[in-house]
C-alpha cells in the first residue's frame, strides 16, 4: 500500500511551507525534490500515495515530470502546484492526469482539502 507525500517544487521555501501544512495535520511527507527529473526518479524509488506537484521548475518542468509519472504509474495520484495566472497550464496538466490543483500563495485548508480530495 503506497503512503506518503512527496513534495515537488524547485524552491526550498515553498517545500517547507506545504511539509509544515502536511505535517501538522499529521500527513507523512516521504519526500522532496527540487526539480522535475527529481521528481520522476523519486516517485519511482519511493511511490508515494501522493505527489504534490510545481509546474514551474527548471530542468524538467511539472507537466512533462506529471506525464512521466503516468506513463510509469497510470494510478498516481498527483496535485499540481501553480502560481496566478498558469491557468492554461493547469487545464493542459489536468489533461495529462492530474486530480487537482492548489495555487500559491498556499492557503492551508485548500491544500488540505486537494489532499484529502486525491487520496480518496
Do not use: H
Not at 31 to 47: F, I, P, Q, S, W
Not at 82 to 91: E, H, K, N, T
Request: with cysteine; aromatic share 4%.
Amino acid at each position: 500500500m503506497a503512503k506518503g507525500i512527496l513534495i515537488v517544487d524547485d524552491a526550498a521555501f515553498m517545500r517547507m511551507v506545504i511539509k509544515n501544512i502536511l505535517v501538522k495535520e499529521g500527513y507523512e511527507v516521504v519526500g522532496e525534490a527540487a526539480d522535475g527529473k527529481e521528481a520522476v526518479a523519486l516517485y519511482n524509488d519511493l511511490k508515494p500515495a501522493l505527489v504534490l506537484l510545481d509546474i514551474t521548475m527548471p530542468e524538467m518542468d511539472g507537466i512533462e515530470a506529471l506525464k512521466k509519472i503516468i506513463a510509469a504509474d497510470p494510478q498516481a495520484k498527483v496535485v499540481m502546484c501553480s502560481a496566478l495566472g498558469q491557468s492554461s497550464m493547469v487545464i493542459e496538466a489536468i489533461q495529462a492526469g492530474a486530480r487537482d490543483y492548489i495555487v500559491k500563495p498556499f492557503q492551508p485548508d485548500r491544500v488540505l482539502e486537494a489532499v484529502s480530495k486525491a487520496l480518496k
